[in-house]
């Protein structure tokens, strides 16, 4: 898909949840008509967006949801997987040997991670478990975990003992993630818990890469981590023109994997 196609079904997409929140629902033979598309650019739009929890599927069209609660580890996992090894090797190329850093937790984390375990004389501290297991049999990496509460579902080690631990270091990068990004770049999560920790990992860290796919400017999600202002790059598969130019107001240095959206 094209830069200008990319832009015109983001913004297609973003006017159906609009309307599912504003009437609670929605069906395709309205939808295809209030936005001059066919009824299977619909369906395809309604399955594509209740897979980013944004909407539920009925028949014949679709409810809003919540936007308060995110999918399934499982399931994140396999959505997007080409775009994340490729933001997972962009993100991975900006940490040098030798540097200290902090990996939180997510799917694209888990990416980058699989980037690194060629590098050497790297330091780093994480509350992914699952960063924890690809890393630390690597020769030449010293992989630190934080202690504190592990979710089960991702395996992520949060709470306040894991702030507290994270406090205790200083690190060269910090790599994060985030669950959706808003076009003024103000990122977000859906874990209270979660976002204390990554904020904590932000204060920390010298460098501040976030790294997400832009599936990600598609969702809505509670919890706001921080904004432009607290990172130096964003690595993601696609940028909005709105969210470049919010990255040079905020002097982000914005780097995209694929084609940019004009």
């Not at 006017?15 to 309205?30: D, F, K, M």
Request: overall charge neutral; aromatic content about 4%.
């Amino acid at each position: 898909m094209s830069g200008n196609a990319t832009d015109v079904a983001a913004a297609r997409h973003a006017r159906i949840v609009e309307l599912a929140r504003a009437g609670g629902t929605v069906s395709v033979e309205a939808l295809a008509q209030a936005l001059d598309v066919t009824p299977q650019t619909i369906r395809k739009d309604l399955t594509l967006l209740e897979r980013r929890s944004l909407l539920a599927r009925v028949h014949g069209g679709a409810v809003a949801t919540s936007g308060t609660a995110n999918l399934a580890y499982a399931e994140r996992r396999d959505l997007a997987v080409a775009a994340k090894q490729e933001i997972g090797a962009a993100a991975a190329d900006l940490v040098p040997d030798g540097a200290s850093l902090f990996i939180n937790i997510g799917t694209t984390a888990e990416a980058i991670a699989r980037h690194l375990v060629e590098r050497r004389r790297l330091m780093v501290i994480t509350n992914n478990l699952n960063v924890v297991d690809i890393l630390a049999e690597r020769p030449g990496i010293e992989v630190i975990a934080a202690g504190g509460r592990v979710r089960p579902d991702d395996r992520a080690v949060v709470g306040s003992i894991a702030m507290d631990f994270i406090r205790g270091f200083k690190v060269d990068f910090a790599l994060i993630g985030a669950s959706a990004i808003e076009p003024d770049g103000d990122f977000l999560d859906f874990d209270v818990d979660e976002v204390h920790v990554s904020r904590t990992i932000i204060r920390n860290a010298r460098n501040v890469i976030l790294a997400m796919d832009s599936s990600k400017a598609e969702r809505a999600a509670p919890v706001r981590i921080g904004s432009l202002a607290d990172i130096d790059w964003l690595v993601t598969d696609r940028a909005s023109s709105r969210l470049q130019e919010a990255c040079r107001f905020s002097q982000v240095e914005l780097i995209v994997t694929r084609k940019i959206a004009s």
